[in-house]
């Protein structure tokens, strides 16, 4: 019997069908699928920019708060002695209406008591209360959320409202400096931020005008060479609340000032 004639095309396409039929046809096809250019493309790759430095903060430990003064001279009598044995103090208008003096950041509540006794002892005080990081507003925030830490913020800072503030010098006349303001604010709902005002701007984290919150720090430059030099505590609305200088008290003012407009230098936050 005389074969029947193959084509040359026949023979490979009867090879390739064989290769379907075989074991490792499943690897073959798998290899085929995917191919450079065949089956479903991977996913882009994300490029993950870094994020943006932590902001440099600690927690407030205990802290000695003394006496409860009608008046405001007081207070301030009792701040220029106990700076005079060189602590780190400095006075406020309680939520009752009271002048009392804030004394020292002590890691453990013994270490505040055993400051706070010897000027007892000493006769310079005799009243006082220590209040330790459960009694800050930073505590609730961990509860009720970082909203209540920026508006506790924001309520301090207008508590000084109206008061000839200081932090160093021997005459509420000086007025109270501008970043002892805005460290005050934040001490006193438990966390530590610089004293200067160049060190909050530099430690800080940066936030553009457009996203500015409750709480947030905003600087300017008020001397002559356009360096840091003054800063206010941001109140929302476009608001601020600072001490704008010696002799003079604490009040709000708006960002759309000129004066302030024009010397807006940026804002950092430690929330």
């Known amino acids: 019997m005389v074969k029947p004639l193959e084509l040359k095309g026949d023979r490979i396409g009867k090879r390739i069908l064989n290769l379907f039929r075989a074991p490792y046809s499943l690897f073959l096809f798998c290899a085929l699928f995917l191919w450079p250019g065949c089956g479903p493309k991977a996913p882009p790759r994300v490029e993950h920019k870094p994020a943006a430095p932590e902001a440099r903060v600690t927690e407030t430990g205990h802290s000695v708060q003394l006496g409860a003064f009608s008046v405001l001279p007081n207070a301030v009598r009792l701040t220029e002695r106990l700076k005079g044995l060189e602590e780190d103090v400095y006075y406020f208008r309680h939520e009752s209406g009271l002048y009392k003096v804030r004394l020292g950041d002590f890691p453990t509540r013994q270490e505040a008591l055993n400051k706070v006794k010897g000027l007892v002892s000493r006769g310079i005080v005799d009243e006082y209360f220590i209040a330790g990081p459960e009694d800050y507003a930073l505590a609730r925030a961990r509860i009720y959320g970082p909203y209540v830490l ?21 005459s509420p006349d000086q007025g109270f400096d501008c970043s002892g303001l805005t460290m005050a604010a934040y001490q006193m709902n438990g966390l530590n ?20 919150e409750k709480g947030d720090l905003v600087f300017f430059a008020v001397d002559s060479g356009g360096k840091i030099s003054h800063v206010g505590i941001y109140t929302g609305r476009n608001s601020f609340i600072h001490a704008p200088g010696a002799g003079k008290s604490i009040r709000v003012d708006s960002l759309s000032n000129g004066y302030y407009s024009e010397r807006y230098v940026g804002a950092r936050t430690y929330l």
């Open 193 to 212: 931020i610089p004293r200067t005002s160049v060190e909050q701007f530099v430690q800080g984290r940066a936030v553009s005008r457009k996203r500015l």
């Open 150 to 170: 920026r508006e506790e913020i924001v309520r301090t800072a207008e508590s000084f409202i109206g008061l000839p503030y200081q932090w160093g010098g021997s």
